[in-house]
């Protein structure tokens, strides 16, 4: 082989590892990004640094991402205790309170980091051999269809935020 034809075959490598390697880092670019929203604290323009403005959204308190692997929902407050009976939180309009992922690859919770025996565990009953597990402490959410693998997560506002929840008795949180 001679230099022109090996030169050639080095940069079709690094060609096709780099390919590779981009397809690999966008599985998981709105995951990623999801974990730098602190709910209850960032705000739209949090969101717009991390993810860009959305390519549509219907409902100004509802945003949808998407890439060809993945989904991501962000949920903005409608403002402090906004919501029908005195549901919500009392942080203002404009500030991410859920965030919703569906990967659209199967992968099992250990991908995304989530250890299942840290979580209740209660099997879906209209879906026998699917499960969601739960933790309030940390505030996550996450279904696992019957292969094991992650259908979807919601991130919430864990059991510490509850002094912000509405409804709760404020004398509490002094």
Known sequence: MNRNSRLNLFFSCCLIAGFVSSATSQQLDLWQGAKRI??????????????GKPKSS????W??????????????SRGPC????????????????RLFY???ERRKPSYFGLKSRKFSKKEVSDA????VFDSGIRGI??????????????LYPSEKCDNLRCGQDQRSTK
């Open 58 to 61: 219907e409902d100004r308190f």
């Open 82 to 97: 906004k919501l029908p009976n005195n549901q919500g939180w009392r942080v203002a309009e404009g500030v991410v309170t």
């Open 128 to 131: 026998p051999g699917n499960f």
């Open 63 to 76: 945003w949808e991402y998407q890439t060809e692997f993945e989904q991501l929902y962000v949920e903005y």
């Open 38 to 51: 602190s709910l209850l604290t960032s705000t739209e323009s949090d969101v717009i640094n991390v993810f």
């Open 102 to 104: 569906a990967p659209k």
């Open 141 to 154: 959410s996450f279904g696992v269809r019957i292969d094991g693998t992650v259908q979807d997560i919601l």
